[in-house]
């Protein structure tokens, strides 16, 4: 079983950029299709982005659209979560996720449908 671990949070001010990983153990990366999500305290969990198993169709809330960008690389069991034009609002944890099911535009928002979470980074951004 995949198991997955994130890194590359941390402070930045706004306007900056932050690169987050999720590092995926086990020789079954490219099975999964994988989301990322977030989670400010006393908010719901939300969908941020999502990749396909091949990394050729990509899914973007539109709060991020045109300033984040997903990618993943299967030879290194990795998804990336680039993130520019950090806004105090981005402020939350996140966290990668790992899916089995048909992945298209709509299934990918649905946090329920993942079947494993990493632990989750901190991103914090000051205005």
């Known amino acids: 079983q995949v198991q997955l671990v994130e890194s590359g949070g941390g402070l930045v001010q706004a306007g900056g950029s932050l690169r987050l990983s999720c590092a995926a153990s086990?020789?079954?990366?490219?099975?999964?299709?994988m989301g990322w999500f977030r989670q400010a305290p006393g908010k719901e969990r939300e969908f941020v982005s999502g990749?396909?198993?091949?990394?050729?169709?990509?899914y973007y809330a539109d709060s991020v659209k045109d300033r984040f960008t997903i990618s993943r690389d299967n030879a290194k069991n990795t998804v990336y979560l680039q993130m520019n034009s950090l806004k105090p609002e981005d402020t939350a944890a996140y966290y990668c996720?790992?899916?089995?099911?048909?992945?298209?535009?709509?299934?990918?928002?649905?946090?329920?449908?993942?079947?494993?979470w990493g632990q989750g980074t901190q991103v914090t951004v000051s205005s």
């Open positions: 990749i396909d198993r091949s990394g050729g169709s990509t």
């Open positions: 996720a790992a899916a089995t099911f048909v992945y298209d535009s709509i299934r990918a928002r649905n946090p329920a449908r993942y079947d494993l």
């Open positions: 086990g020789r079954t990366f490219s099975s999964y299709a």
